[in-house]
């Protein structure tokens, strides 16, 4: 039996006379977070009852994973983010990936598409297909999904300011092939706070911005019930700078907004909270990660249940993606980052994720090339069918070290989110600036670290190597899709019944005045009768403004 009596002891016998004659290699050892780490956890560090506290796989608090058997029943999706350059660019990369392994699609949107631009805008020349593809009228949606079948494959879109028009010109392709509404499955981003905080692609005010965000909340569960209307995201908080522990608070905070304004329409929780889902980041501290995702499964359980008083399982289950940490990457020695993306999404399994994007190799450089690609499906497999990582649940459970871990970081983040709830909630807090300056200031004090090498950054504060340099091969867009793109645009423009679409718009521009009107089906009319993303965009524009974020000391 462990007693305090019996941990002094070792300490004194057997630990104080080692260190005393052999120096350990630092004063004083943190987590990333910066949570001091003992030499040693036993039992004694671990608080509070079992069945409260951890309990079983599939059963409150859900801290052991949200289905009872985990991957022994199935493995997450393998779903990597990809897209770039025009429609047919990014289907052929689709297929290829599908080919080599992948189980679900996620869509990269460039930044006019993210923006409400269209392509023949002033402003978006240059960034079309940049960063991810361009997709500007529902017939490119049919071209990004060509022979791919929408009611077996699930979808994911990184879409945000203009979430409705994606999704709407998802459902506009769906029905064009047979396919009804309720038989699609994905996820459209929607995640509008989190981009005032950290992201930066919004368009519009946070109060417009966000009824749009509930809209698409409360469309979708009535009307595309497979759909995940919303990804709440702390994957862009972190790599702002954020730590582990203000990721899962900040991402939670955000969570308790949606659900509280969805709520406030009068809508039961239990109806749509099943819907929601999150999108966490996967860094290289395994055992920190392992904890946060572990921290924010318990901790969502708790807040579905005493705050919104949520009966079903479902709404309490926090079901999310992981991706490997971008910012973690390095431009130096690339290859190595293969070592590190294991790492991370072994952190994202054994904290039980749901869906996976493990990083290209080279993306430290440039977009991945389609070998890199493939690479991060096959981390994804070694990790999935050779680590056995998936043969039990929640492997790690029961780690000293790692229980009272879990422990420390919810504990943290509590307290985080009560600061953002005294605020009024997040939405407030937003406008104060403080996640942005909460997350700034971390993001020194992680960059410190690392200049002062406390963190240690293989390949750039140790074994640094100048000559180990340009081994990647870097994957770059072709600049003739931008004309490509736009002589269909033209062409789409030209085919369409004008009338119709003037209708269109104006009927949008009413109820886009009216707060209390669901917007959803006006915008769905509209994809239909071919408007274009900037077109439905700029309408919006007119009656809700632009927002310009305000310079906050
Ligand atoms: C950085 C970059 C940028 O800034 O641009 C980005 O943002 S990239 C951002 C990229 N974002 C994403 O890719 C977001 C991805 N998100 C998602 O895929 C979703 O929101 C998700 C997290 C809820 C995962 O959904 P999913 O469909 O992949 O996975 P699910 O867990 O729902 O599982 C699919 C089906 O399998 C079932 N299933 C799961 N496990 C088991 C099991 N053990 N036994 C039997 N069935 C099982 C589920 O119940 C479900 O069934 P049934 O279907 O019947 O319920």
Redesign the pocket.
């Given at each position: 039996m462990v007693t305090p009596e019996r941990v002094k002891e070792w300490e004194s016998k057997y630990l104080q006379p080692w260190i005393s004659k052999r120096k350990e290699r630092k004063n004083k050892f943190t987590t990333p977070s910066g949570i001091e780490i003992k030499t040693l956890y036993t039992p004694l560090d671990l608080k509070g009852d079992y069945e409260e506290k951890i309990g079983f796989p599939g059963e409150y608090p859900y801290t052991r994973g949200i289905?009872p058997?985990?991957?022994?029943?199935?493995i997450w999706?393998i779903?990597q983010?990809a897209g770039f350059g025009s429609a047919e660019d990014t289907n052929a990369r689709f297929r290829k990936l599908l080919e080599a392994g992948q189980t679900?699609l996620?869509t990269?949107f460039d930044l006019p598409t993210q923006l409400g631009l269209d392509p023949d805008n002033e402003l978006a020349y240059t960034e079309v297909g940049v960063v991810g593809v361009s997709m500007f009228h529902w017939k490119e949606m049919d071209i990004v999904t060509n022979q791919i079948p929408l009611n077996k494959v699930?979808t994911?879109m990184?879409i945000n300011a203009t979430a409705m028009e994606l999704l709407s010109m998802y459902v506009a392709t769906a029905e064009s092939r047979g396919v009804s509404p309720t038989e699609i499955?994905g996820?459209v981003?929607n995640d509008i706070l989190k981009e005032y905080i950290a992201?930066k692609n919004y368009i519009y005010p946070p109060e417009p911005s966000m009824r749009y965000a509930i809209d698409i909340i409360e469309y979708s569960y009535k009307n595309i019930p497979?759909w995940?209307p919303i990804?709440i995201?702390g994957?862009?908080i972190r790599e702002a700078g954020a730590d582990a522990v203000l990721e899962v608070a900040f991402t939670l905070a955000d969570g308790i907004e949606y659900v509280r304004r969805t709520a406030e329409r009068g809508i039961p929780v239990d109806d749509f909270a099943p819907t929601l889902?999150f999108?966490f980041a996967g860094y290289t501290n395994l055992f920190e990660e392992v904890a946060k995702f572990r921290a924010a499964r318990r901790m969502w359980a708790k807040i579905m249940r005493d705050m919104f008083n949520a009966k079903k399982a479902d709404s309490m289950t926090l079901?999310?993606?992981t991706?490997t940490g971008?910012a973690e990457l390095t431009a130096q020695q690339p290859e190595i980052n293969i070592i590190r993306t294991t790492i991370q999404a072994l952190a994202a399994a054994l904290g039980g994720t749901?869906?996976l994007?493990v990083n290209s190799y080279d993306e430290a450089v440039a977009l991945p090339s389609e070998k890199a690609a493939k690479i991060a499906i096959r981390v994804q497999q070694i990790v999935a069918y050779e680590s056995g990582s998936t043969e039990t649940v929640d492997p790690l459970a029961g780690s000293y070290y790692v229980e009272w871990l879990t422990d420390e970081i919810e504990e943290r983040a509590w307290k985080i989110i009560e600061r953002v709830e005294g605020m009024g909630g997040m939405m407030k807090a937003v406008e104060r600036g403080f996640p942005q300056a909460e997350i700034a200031e971390s993001a020194y004090r992680l960059q410190k670290k690392i200049e002062e090498g406390e963190m240690i950054r293989v390949g750039v504060n140790m074994s640094y190597e100048p000559d180990w340099i340009g081994t990647t091969e870097v994957f770059r867009v072709n600049p003739e899709i931008r004309e490509r793109v736009l002589t269909r645009l033209k062409k789409y423009r030209s085919e369409r019944d004008q009338m119709k679409v003037r209708d269109s718009l104006n009927a949008l521009r009413k109820a886009a005045e009216n707060p209390s009107v669901n917007l959803f089906p006006y915008v769905l009319d509209a994809i239909k009768k071919g408007c274009t993303v900037g077109e439905i965009s700029s309408t919006l524009r007119e009656i809700w403004g632009e927002y310009k974020e305000p310079i906050i000391f």
């Open positions: 289905y058997n985990m991957y022994r029943g199935r999706t779903r983010y679900g996620s990269a699930s994911s990184t499955d996820t981003q992201r497979k995940h990804s995201s994957y862009h889902s999108f079901k999310f993606h991706q971008g749901q869906s994007h």
